[in-house]
């Protein structure tokens, strides 16, 4: 008798390996202060953090095109748990052991960045392979986990230091790296099917020549872009809206923008079967919009700060309602298709976050201008979306 796969398991290890890209992206920029006092590293070396982080993840995407399908899903997410738990206990460790604490924070910072990048192209896949019902309200639930880590780091690590001291956040790094480690246990017994049969995936050649691909590609971009560019300054705006610490900054800028957008993807996992994907999908970009005018226009700085938690719930849909509409309308595109669109999307949050904080600082340091240059991406999302749904809508693809 043939035992039924429990799917369920396969589902949670994907919820968790959300959880552990937010950890890889939110803990340390938590201790950017810490590492400047403790360490004396100037803000400028800080700076290269984030920038390290993201370019790793880059290079892996693209590497990825090419390995995963050798390699297969189970050993390379398996990788990814193992190299975002090293990377993050290692920051208990390295600092202290190497001559220069700086190299020894990058280089935790990139053999997790690793893993996230890892686990960023294939955990979409392998839930999109599973035999469940309303794929794209799965992968919204799904990538509203990442909402749920990112909200859970700010909220655990502030809780952390706020009992124990600043002064023990290797210990917090210790315990974050419990949950990449734990996981590992998780996809090594799960099943994991195969997104498209052996020899029938497309190849990257082939996704180049593919007209619809590379509507993908800018979609992906600019949903990353109206994504990060909001989020990686909502702390910035909360501080300069309220006047209040940045602890405080936080929990009202970044949490409340990551509430926001993980109520969004979870609201449209719950009920996005009675609605039309590209419908909602051009509802958010207009949302998005307006939100990034209000933050940008607004005379009181409160409205200002709505308008960013407000972009966090208009965004929400964005980059899982990319991966979904793509893999509907090239469902052969397989692994290449994943980590190009990946790419794409970490690209656009590359570029993104760069736009806002290079026209601030023209702007004689001016946020709310710098935000209002980010209007372009959901602008092109809508106009992306739009042109998906008159060319695929009526063959039943969109």
């Not at 192209?121 to 799965?138: G, H, Q, R, W, Y």
């Not at 909220?155 to 956040?169: K, Y």
């Not at 409340?256 to 609605?275: D, N, P, Q, T, W």
């Not at 790419?343 to 993104?352: E, H, M, N, Q, Y």
Request: charged share 10%; glycine share 10%; with cysteine.
């Amino acid at each position: 008798m043939k035992t039924k796969k429990n799917y369920k398991k396969t589902q949670f290890a994907c919820y968790l390996g959300f959880v552990t890209q937010a950890i890889c992206a939110n803990f340390v920029p938590l201790l950017f202060l810490t590492f400047h006092k403790t360490y004396n590293v100037s803000f400028g070396m800080l700076a290269m953090i984030s920038t390290c982080f993201f370019v790793t993840q880059l290079v892996v995407d693209f590497l990825c095109t090419g390995i995963v399908d050798k390699l297969g899903y189970r050993a390379c997410i398996i990788a990814a748990e193992v190299t975002s738990g090293l990377g993050l206990a290692g920051l208990a460790f390295l600092p202290d052991l190497l001559p220069s604490p700086f190299c020894g924070i990058l280089v935790c910072v990139i053999v997790y960045a690793v893993g996230s990048g890892l686990t960023e192209v294939l955990v979409s896949p392998i839930i999109e392979a599973c035999p469940f019902e309303n794929k794209d309200t799965m992968m919204s639930l799904l990538h509203s986990f990442y909402c749920w880590g990112w909200v859970g780091v700010v909220l655990g690590s502030t809780a952390f230091f706020a009992v124990f001291g600043i002064e023990h956040w290797r210990i917090a790094a210790l315990i974050w790296s419990v949950v990449p480690l734990y996981n590992i246990f998780n996809f090594a017994t799960c099943p994991i099917e195969s997104l498209v049969e052996e020899g029938k995936s497309m190849t990257m050649p082939q996704l180049f020549k593919t007209k619809a691909f590379w509507v993908f590609i800018v979609l992906m971009i600019c949903a990353g872009a109206s994504e990060i560019s909001m989020g990686q300054w909502a702390s910035a705006f909360a501080e300069s809206a309220l006047h209040v610490s940045k602890t405080v900054g936080d929990l009202a800028g970044p949490c409340g923008f990551a509430v926001c957008m993980g109520i969004s993807r979870l609201l449209y996992g719950k009920f996005g079967e009675k609605v039309d994907l590209t419908v909602f999908m051009m509802a958010s970009g207009t949302m998005c919009l307006v939100c990034y005018l209000v933050s940008g226009l607004a005379a009181i700085p409160f409205v200002g700060l709505l308008g960013c938690a407000a972009c966090g719930f208009s965004v929400g849909i964005m980059w899982p309602g990319s991966i979904s509409i793509s893999s509907q309308i090239l469902p052969t595109g397989g692994t290449a298709m994943f980590a190009l669109l990946a790419l794409a999307g970490d690209l656009g949050g590359s570029v993104g976050p760069a736009i806002v904080g290079t026209v601030s600082q023209k702007a004689a340091n001016n946020l709310q201008t710098g935000v209002l240059a980010g209007i372009g991406f959901p602008v092109f999302l809508v106009l992306s979306v739009l042109y998906i749904r008159k060319k695929y809508k009526a063959s039943g693809k969109a």
